[in-house]
């Protein structure tokens, strides 16, 4: 069974930074898709950013420019470096990869923005 280990969130004042790590070890890891998500309480859960196998990124508008989004095929590992952090941006945040019709998420992790 394919696991996915994310670390990282925590508290942070407005302003500030906190990187996401995602990693595996039972897959192919440079040949699928990575998006990071999040779902803040009463909302839906939104695709925060994305990169293709080949590298492609593409970020959700409301944190192009703040969020950047990467992956190391090395160490199987993904990652979200978030900068400017605001209160909104409170949620938690799961990693998903894709292959197809497979999907393999995280269990979530926790970022709270404090103002």
């Known amino acids: 069974q394919v696991q996915l280990v994310e670390s990282g969130g925590g508290l942070v004042q407005a302003g500030g930074s906190l990187r996401l790590s995602c990693g595996t070890s039972?897959?192919?890891?440079?040949?699928?898709?990575i998006g990071w998500y999040r779902q803040a309480p009463g909302n839906q859960r939104e695709l925060v950013a994305s990169?293709?196998?080949?590298?492609?990124?593409n970020y959700a508008d409301s944190v192009k420019g703040r969020f950047t989004i990467s992956r190391d095929n090395t160490k199987n590992t993904a990652y979200l470096q978030m900068n400017s952090l605001k209160p909104e941006d409170t949620a938690v945040y799961y990693c998903?990869?894709?292959?197809?019709?497979?999907?393999?998420w995280g269990q979530g992790t926790q970022v709270t923005v404090s103002s």
């Open positions: 039972r897959l192919t890891f440079s040949l699928y898709a």
């Open positions: 998903k990869l894709n292959l197809g019709d497979y999907d393999f």
């Open positions: 990169i293709t196998e080949g590298g492609t990124k």
